[in-house]
């Protein structure tokens, strides 16, 4: 069987590597093209050195997604017309947690230790809570229902078969993900500083890209603590009771099942290679934000067209393929990952990408912990991304003090 080696990222073997003195075939094979680059070219052709290990990529610049939205509104003010709600997500979601349930309760008889229990967690359940945890990304941009109560009930509906009430708390999260890309203690998909410490060699690797699920859970409680509210209350009351009502119906298996699911989701899974894919930096760029094209969005909502994603949070999962379609001028030219299951394997194997190998920007006030740029600059950048706004998002940003 031939091998696809464009799904390595740029590798011309398994094993990789060359015996040369020069620094430049020496590197990491690049792993990251634009779509408009056509017959892939030189794999070792960089053009950026590669990043400082030892700390984040600290930058004074703006995010990049505003901008580009703005100039994209301008070139083309249609695009309007792809901002929206999409009615088939909310059937989708029902038809996942369908599917969840009737296969916790089917392995009720099965020991979780069992080979059967245990390859069903990981295909079918894994496969099957990650879309749900795309699927709450996608409600808590509102854009299954008109209103913001009837997104949130949704999202907690879908919150179910993933065993561990989230909801309502990834959803402050994640707007403050996207208002505030890149901002050292504001916005908590940032690695921190101990991770960089603990978790920047190979077994530090593996041991993030297994238990990336916990790390994105328990990581906002440490960095950005955030205010309960009656749907926080509401999120941990529905999930208690519906994990209560299936233990003493049919036994702790199916729970076992869904959690299980819900790690396998969010470890050593084809589609978890998208928390690594999306905003980590490759091949020395300084791109934050890096999408992907291939079959597997299928499967997540098309969550892979990420730079679209964050250009317009406004946009249904359905309609980002046109959006990328509408104005190839902008995306075509953006380096993109052809693979998802291999973005892990290259993180983990590439001495060029780990912890550190993402962009920070600071808050108000704060000084950048590096030597080499004034903190008179460093204050203004934070100050600059304290107050960026918000044009084009819509109104799944106007529910957030709830």
Not at 233 to 260: E, K, W
Not at 296 to 308: F, I, P, Q, R, S
């Amino acid at each position: 069987m031939s091998i696809n080696f464009s799904l390595f990222g740029g590798a011309d073997s398994l094993t990789e590597g060359r015996d040369a003195t020069d620094l430049k075939v020496k590197r990491a094979p690049r792993r990251v093209f634009a779509p408009n680059e056509g017959e892939r070219p030189d794999v070792y052709a960089h053009t950026a050195p590669p990043q400082d290990p030892s700390d984040f990529l600290w930058l004074l610049t703006e995010e990049p997604h505003r901008s580009r939205r703005m100039a994209i509104m301008k070139a083309h003010p249609e695009v309007t017309k792809l901002m929206g709600r999409e009615p088939l997500t909310k059937y989708i979601v029902l038809g996942v947690v369908s599917l969840q349930l009737a296969t916790a309760i089917l392995l009720r008889h099965h020991s979780p230790i069992s080979p059967l229990f245990i390859l069903a967690a990981y295909v079918i359940g894994g496969t099957a809570n990650h879309n749900l945890f795309l699927a709450i990304h996608e409600i808590t941009h509102n854009l299954a229902f008109r209103g913001i109560a009837p997104n949130k009930l949704l999202a907690i509906f879908a919150n179910l078969p993933i065993g561990i009430p989230y909801s309502a708390a990834f959803k402050g999260y994640h707007i403050e993900h996207h208002k505030f890309q890149g901002q050292d203690g504001v916005d908590t998909d940032l690695p921190t500083k101990l991770e960089i410490m603990l978790l920047n060699n190979v077994l530090g690797k593996v041991f993030f890209a297994t238990f990336q699920i916990l790390f994105y859970a328990l990581r906002p409680t440490f960095v950005r603590s955030q205010r309960l509210t009656r749907w926080h209350f509401l999120n941990i009351i529905v999930q208690v009771i519906f994990d209560y009502i299936l233990v003493s119906t049919y036994g702790a298996r199916p729970l076992i099942y869904l959690i299980m699911s819900s790690f396998f989701a969010g470890s050593l899974h084809p589609c978890a290679g998208h928390f690594i894919a999306e905003h980590y930096l490759w091949d020395g760029l300084e791109q934050e934000t890096y999408s992907y094209y291939g079959p597997m969005n299928v499967l997540a909502y098309n969550v892979g067209y990420h730079n679209e994603h964050h250009d317009f949070p406004s946009v249904p999962w359905s309609r980002l393929p046109a959006l990328r379609a509408l104005a190839p001028e902008f995306y075509d030219t953006l380096p993109s990952h052809p693979s998802w299951p291999m973005v892990i394997v290259n993180f983990i194997r590439d001495n060029e990408v780990g912890i550190f190998a993402r962009a920070k920007r600071l808050a108000k006030g704060k000084q950048l912990p590096s030597s080499g740029v004034p903190s008179c600059q460093a204050a203004a950048a934070g100050s600059e991304a304290e107050s960026d706004d918000t044009d084009g998002l819509d109104e799944e940003y106007s529910d957030k003090s709830e």
